[in-house]
């Protein structure tokens, strides 16, 4: 999640460490060979696409492209609409014992331009998969989305 949180911070401010409903937008971006690009995160050291929290009176897209030039220096050109994920397995207690229970909004992206750096504090190293080279450690709260994204569903 973005270094942009300070509604969240705010929120944490009231209620401490107790659980959140998160609303969040991110984004799987595809390269011209298939690849996607994941991250890995410092905070646990899992692999992870880019995405955030939306602040209030922004838009999901706004938040998605904001998040991933954030992250990875890349800017979208163009949105594709993945799915919507939310539930139990969305929960997610950080490191610093913040627990939040994330509904996120995902989209694909094959159009973007940049150039790709990472953002040293939220991520240790920015690299492409094809579809048969995925990490195994990818972040719990996204596998449902890389698996929807591997299915070719968007």
Known sequence: MGVCMGYIMDLRKIVGHRTLLQL???V?????????????RTDNHTWSYAGGSVEPDESVEEAA???CEEETGLIPDELVFLGIY??????YIYPNGD?????DVVFICRKWHGTMKKQ???V?????FAKEE??????????????????GKA
């Open 24 to 26: 969040g937008a991110s």
């Open 28 to 40: 799987i971006i595809e390269d011209s060979e298939g690849r996607i690009l994941l991250q890995k």
């Open 65 to 67: 492209c904001r998040e």
């Open 86 to 91: 939310s539930g139990k397995h969305m929960h």
């Open 99 to 103: 627990e939040v229970s994330n509904v």
């Open 120 to 122: 040293e504090e939220e």
């Open 124 to 128: 240790e190293e920015l690299r492409f």
């Open 134 to 151: 995925l990490p195994e450690n990818i972040f719990f709260t996204e596998r449902q989305a890389v698996q929807d994204w591997k299915e």
